[in-house]
Nanobody, 121 residues
Framework: QVQLVESGGGLVQPGGSLRLSCAAT????????IAWYRQPPGQQRRMVAQ???????IYVDFAKGRFTASRDNFENTAYLQMNNLKTEDTAVYYC???????????????WGQGTQVTVSL
């Protein structure tokens, strides 16, 4: 059974930093692209960053320069380092694993349960 478990969310003041983690079990980690998404209150879920199996990372505009996504293929864990946080970064943050390699079936797609990040004074 595949599980993605996010952690590291919390309350932080504007300008602060948080590091989110996403621990994966039950899959061949290196065959999956790992992405971070977020869903602010009352808004749609949007991608923040995607790490593809080839090693490249794609960031959306609001994340460039402030957020850094990384993955540890030995620990089956992804990270999202968020710096200089703003109130508009308040959201539930999710990780997502999508099949992109030989050790999974096309269309395999898994989400974590999310972790709340609140940026406020």
């Amino acid at each position: 059974q595949v599980q993605l478990v996010e952690s590291g969310g919390g309350l932080v003041q504007p300008g602060g930093s948080l590091r989110l983690s996403c621990a994966a079990t039950g899959l061949v980690y290196t065959s999956f692209n790992i992405a971070w998404y977020r869903q602010p209150p009352g808004q749609q879920r949007r991608m923040v960053a995607q790490m593809i199996t080839a090693g490249d990372t794609i960031y959306v505009d609001f994340a460039k320069g402030r957020f850094t996504a990384s993955r540890d293929n030995f620990e089956n864990t992804a990270y999202l380092q968020m710096n200089n946080l703003k109130t508009e970064d308040t959201a539930v943050y999710y990780c997502r694993a999508t099949c992109s390699g030989p050790a999974c079936f096309p269309g395999e797609d898994y989400w974590g349960q999310g972790t709340q990040v609140t940026v406020s004074l």
